[in-house]
């Protein structure tokens, strides 16, 4: 091997993987050639001994990481513990004065190094603390993190409709995000470019605009699912609505103008639940979900205030939930509620499916006897504890000349 083949290949492992160039230079002695030491740290990066979790153990997945990095150009190093400041811009000053075409992306700048253990945050780019958490929570689930890593890079061609290319250069940036979440030593990536490539349906970018969470993920599930067409065959399910969908049935349930009883039932499928929770109790958030009082037009077109219940008929395996935070008051318009949410290690669903409908009918009318109960029970202490006894005088005789004031 020539020198200059040597310290080409020195300066490709230092750009690749974010180490200096002594060290990069040690290891193909070591190791005796530059693919073996590109083997060598691979086989590190892809399987670092302090993760436990199994999808490490995966080699395909292994491959299409390797292969997104490879793609990307990405510097991706093992998480270490602390940050020295000293020593990220010497390794930043080693990469900027080599002689090398590769360029730094966002997420390999101005973010210091991640402490061992611990994963990889996002940066807040402007009112974006919403779409960072749901991102954040989309990668900790491992079939969708699986599904996203091990797909093919897509390429863009010039044959693409904007449509298509706009779609495969989402799924290309998402890709590059969670590789980076996935193995990258940094404390926290940009996720802007991911971000920046989700438009709605009338062509704009509202990410950052302070929309709705709920709008965020309707659109990131919709992005998902055109982009998985591309790569996945026509006969497989969509593994967005295997995940997330819920399937349910609302019915309506109120009295026309004339005193007979009208019912109607919707079948409706949502990718997550709006909980209304008012003291913190996720059950009650999930009541006040399903049992309702809306407006409705009934069958004749008579206006009035219908019961609305929904029944579960299919819950996925995973269940995303929305918390009502906007309330609006008609004295002072809009505001947001900061109550406290406890959410147990279980939440027992099975109340709310429609299998068991009867059955939980029958308690709910005998939990709001017990709850009426109980209000009349609390109202009673109240009124004893607040029992004052004013002061009183009487006549001990007839004639008026004996008096006892209480």
């Not at 020539?2 to 750009?15: F, G």
């Not at 998480?79 to 002689?99: F, H, T």
């Amino acid at each position: 091997m020539t020198q200059d083949t040597m310290d080409t290949h020195i300066r490709l492992l230092v750009d690749k993987f974010d180490i200096p160039y002594n060290q990069a230079k040690d290891l193909i002695n070591l190791e005796g050639s530059y693919e073996k030491a590109i083997s060598y740290m691979h086989n590190i990066y892809m399987n670092p001994p302090t993760t436990q979790d199994a999808h490490y153990q995966d080699q395909n997945l292994d491959r299409a990481i390797t292969e997104i990095v490879n793609n990307y150009k990405a510097p991706i190093a093992h998480p270490v513990s602390g940050y020295d400041a000293d020593l990220e811009k010497a390794l930043m000053a080693s990469i900027q004065d080599s002689n090398t075409q590769a360029q730094k992306s966002d997420n390999e700048s101005n973010s210091p190094l991640r402490e061992e253990g611990m994963p990889v945050g996002l940066k807040n780019v402007g009112n974006t603390c919403y779409a960072n958490s749901l991102l954040q929570a989309y990668f900790n689930i491992p079939l969708l993190r699986k599904e996203i890593l091990s797909a093919p890079i897509l390429q863009i061609s010039s044959d693409d409709t904007q449509e298509v290319a706009q779609s495969k250069t989402f799924f290309r940036e998402l890709q590059d995000l969670f590789c980076h979440m996935e193995i990258g030593n940094k404390k926290w990536v940009d996720p802007s470019k991911l971000l920046r490539s989700i438009i709605d349906s009338s062509g704009r970018n509202n990410i950052g605009s302070q929309e709705d969470v709920g709008e965020f993920m309707d659109l990131f599930h919709e992005w998902m699912s055109n982009s998985l067409k591309l790569i996945r065959d026509e006969n497989q399910d969509d593994i967005m609505k295997e995940l997330f969908t819920i399937e349910s049935v609302d019915i309506l349930e109120a009295t026309e103008e004339n005193g007979d009883s009208v019912s109607m039932e919707n079948d409706t499928q949502h990718s997550f639940l709006i909980i209304d929770i008012e003291d913190g109790d996720i059950y009650s958030g999930l009541d006040n979900s399903f049992c309702d009082e809306v407006e409705w037009n009934t069958p004749n077109n008579f206006p009035t205030i219908a019961k609305k219940t929904t029944w579960l008929r299919h819950l996925p395996p995973v269940i995303m939930m929305q918390e009502q935070r906007i309330r609006y008051n008609t004295a002072t318009g809009a505001f947001k509620t900061n109550t406290e949410v406890n959410f147990p290690k279980d939440i027992d669903m099975a109340r709310y499916k429609e299998e068991n409908k009867e059955l939980i009918l029958n308690q709910r009318i005998e939990i709001n006897a017990l709850k009426e109960e109980l209000k009349s029970i609390e109202s009673d202490i109240n009124q004893l504890e607040n029992f004052r006894v004013s002061r009183k005088c009487f006549n001990i005789n007839h004639q008026g000349k004996g008096i006892i004031c209480i």
